[in-house]
T-cell receptor
Framework: GAGVSQSPSNKVTEKGKDVELRCDPISGHTALYWYRQSLGQGLEFLIY????????KSGLPSDRFSAERTGGSVSTLTIQRTQQEDSAVYLC????????????FGPGTRLTVL | SQQGEEDPQALSIQEGENATMNCSYKTSINNLQWYRQNSGRGLVHLILIRSNEREKHSGRLRVTLDTSKKSSSLLITASRAADTASYFC???????????FGKGTRLSVIA
């Protein structure tokens, strides 16, 4: 079956612009996660959704970052007024049930802020 | 806060050799998972070991878990060039929190 998909795969933007990243989880997966990974680094947890609600937003680095999930499916991560330090690969994952389940990752969106 | 820490940060071996990567964590867990990442893109789940298990095998992978030492190891036997990737451990903190990933071990297998 289809895996997790993310779009766009690459995004180049200018400093100060807003960007929107999209994640389509595996159908039927209730939990959805966003991570950020800078070059050569580990995963930085941003936010996760159980259904449409986000019990844990602790990882969002600033109020320029927001995310929503509608219909228990697609999620969008929005970064307002992008900064150069926002450049990274943004990874989305989903899991069937509880937060400790195996996570299935999308291919990521590589964001470059010039 | 960081839960899992992989060791070493980088490992380079010859094809055919075994590769061992370690993961240490801080709090009690329900399970520990290992993931693989190629070329900085999406991670792929390799294996999950539960806190009441000590060893688990999957193909050329062998995972051990020592809850008394709060550590796990991932052994890849008879490595191949295609095993070149970054390997991450992830733990669940025994609570309703998402998995916490370590910083990873970058494995290079030289043909």
């Amino acid at each position: 079956g289809a895996g997790v998909s993310q779009s766009p795969s690459n995004k180049v933007t200018e400093k100060g612009k807003d960007v929107e990243l999209r994640c389509d989880p595996i159908s039927g997966h209730t939990a959805l996660y966003w991570y950020r990974q800078s070059l050569g680094q580990g995963l930085e947890f941003l936010i996760y959704f159980q259904g449409n609600s986000a019990p844990d937003k602790s990882g969002l680095p600033s109020d320029r970052f927001s995310a929503e999930r509608t219909g228990g499916s697609v999620s969008t991560l929005t970064i307002q007024r992008t900064q150069q330090e926002d450049s990274a690969v943004y990874l989305c994952a989903s899991s069937l049930g509880p937060e400790t389940d195996t996570q299935y990752f999308g291919p990521g969106t590589r964001l470059t802020v010039l | 806060s960081q839960q899992g820490e992989e060791d070493p940060q980088a490992l380079s071996i010859q094809e055919g050799e075994n590769a061992t990567m370690n993961c240490s964590y801080k709090t009690s867990i329900n399970n520990l998972q290992w993931y693989r990442q190629n070329s900085g893109r999406g991670l792929v789940h390799l294996i999950l070991i539960r806190s009441n298990e000590r060893e688990k095998h999957s193909g050329r992978l062998r995972v051990t878990l020592d809850t008394s030492k709060k550590s796990s190891s991932l052994l890849i036997t008879a490595s191949r060039a295609a095993d070149t990737a970054s390997y991450f451990c992830a733990t669940d903190n025994s609570g309703n929190t998402p998995l916490v990933f370590g910083k990873g071990t970058r494995l290079s297998v030289i043909a």
